[in-house]
């Protein structure tokens, strides 16, 4: 048996063999779709995102919308035209028209006080008494001198008469007389001394000195002020000069009496300007009857001038006062989509001029009839919502200023 040993016939025809890549058009076509569904996809993605912002704020809008803050409850104010005082106001302070320190005027050990420490006493009235008794004996025998001279120039006049003296013997008796008188008026001055008087009506202060104590002459005893007029002396700056004048009224408040003025006269104006202040000292003279006024007191001074014609005035509480200007919040009236009216408080920059108990005329920014809050816009800010509280506004005064 033969058996074949040729090896089987293997089919090579190209239709068989096996594939292994793809060709270079269906690649690009495969890459292209992918692209495509990943644009598709972040399309998609972009599109919720956005939606939903939108949707969130639209959301957020209607939400702010439906719940507004609850108006804030102001008082308000009327702008009105009225005349205020034209004033001219500064800082002062009171001196008194006499004071002085009484003083001995010689030397002497104090004997005697008389006076009372803040009592009134009048001129003349006994102060302190200082030691005089070997002045007093001075005093006896320069007026024993002056007797023996005085019958010493009787007798040489007489002798004269009947020629049986000389016209010197006279003279030299004159002379001693009258030494003797001398001696006697400068004692007894020297004795007026050693009694301290007030010099003129007034208060005395504080005591300074004892019983035994022994002055100098010049030494402080007590202070003593005529209250009944006061100075007042304050200043003003050099561009007030031209509508200042001597017999301007001027008014005054002092912290003591709250509320109280007290009304006087320019009496003085300094005729130079300060060269370092660039002020003008003046002084007013009020009187003080009532002892009220003080000297030291500072004041709140002043000068009434001539009227200005009437302006737009507010209460001063209206006016917010920044760094940045002066400004009032305007009430006005504002209608929504449904149509219904509310009130909203608009900042509104205003330049204020003079003010008066409470009251500040508005140069510009404002006319009158206007709205404006006058209590409660430390709240408020500039658009806000508000309604009128019932409670009553700021008081405005029910007479017309005085002049």
């Known amino acids: ?51 939903f912002n939108a949707f969130r704020n639209h959301m957020i809008a209607q ?19 009225e005349t205020l005082p034209h004033l001219l106001t500064g800082i002062g302070d009171i001196a008194a028209v006499h004071q002085v320190d009484v003083s001995a005027d010689v030397s002497g050990r104090v004997t005697e006080i008389k006076f009372t420490p803040g009592t009134s006493v009048k001129k003349g009235d006994p102060l302190v008494q200082l ?23 009787d007798r040489a006049r007489a002798l004269l008469t009947k020629q049986a003296g000389t016209q010197a013997t006279v003279d030299q008796a004159q002379a001693a007389y009258d ?30 000195v004892e019983v035994g104590q022994y002055l100098s002459a010049g030494t402080i005893i007590v202070t003593l002020t005529d209250l009944s007029r006061v100075f007042v002396n304050f200043t003003a700056t050099e561009k007030d000069r031209a509508i ?10 002092v912290d003591a009496y709250p509320g109280r003025q007290f009304e006087g006269k320019i009496t003085t104006i300094e005729p130079q300007i300060s060269s370092d202040t660039r002020n003008i000292r003046l002084q007013a003279t009020i009187d003080n009857p009532q002892h009220l006024l003080k000297p030291g007191m500072f004041t709140t001074t002043s000068v009434v001038l001539p009227p200005e014609p009437a302006k737009v005035t507010v209460p001063e509480t209206a006016v917010d006062y920044t760094l940045y200007g002066d400004s009032v919040f305007l009430i006005k009236e504002t209608k929504d989509k449904d149509g219904k009216t509310s009130l909203v408080a608009e900042r509104a920059p205003v330049t204020v001029g003079s003010r008066h108990h409470g009251r500040v005329a508005i140069v510009k920014g404002l006319k009158e009839g206007d709205r404006v809050v006058a209590v409660g816009q430390l709240k408020l800010q500039s658009g806000a919502a ?16 005085r002049y």
Do not use: C
């Not at 719940?67 to 409850?73: E, G, Q, R």
């Not at 008026?185 to 202060?205: H, M, N, W, Y």
């Open 1 to 51: 048996m033969t058996m074949s040993t040729e090896a089987p016939v293997t089919d090579r025809s190209p239709e068989k063999e096996p594939h292994h890549g793809s060709s270079p058009g269906k690649s690009r076509v495969r890459t292209t779709r992918w692209f495509i569904i990943v644009g598709l996809l972040l399309a998609v993605v972009v599109g919720l995102f956005v939606g």
């Open 63 to 81: 939400f702010f919308a439906n719940n507004k803050p609850p108006p804030v409850s102001v008082s308000a104010a009327e702008a009105r035209l």
């Open 131 to 153: 030691f005089d008794a070997p002045e007093r004996a001075d005093l006896a025998s320069f007026k024993a001198q002056t007797l023996a001279a005085e019958l010493a120039l």
């Open 179 to 208: 030494q003797a008188n001398a001696s006697v008026a400068k004692t007894e001055a020297v004795i007026s001394q050693k009694l301290v008087r007030a010099p003129f009506d007034g208060e005395l202060g504080v005591r300074r």
């Open 244 to 253: 200042l004048k001597e017999g301007q009224e001027v008014r005054i408040e």
């Open 386 to 401: 508000v309604e009128i509280s019932k409670d009553p506004g700021p008081p405005i005064p029910a007479k017309p200023p």
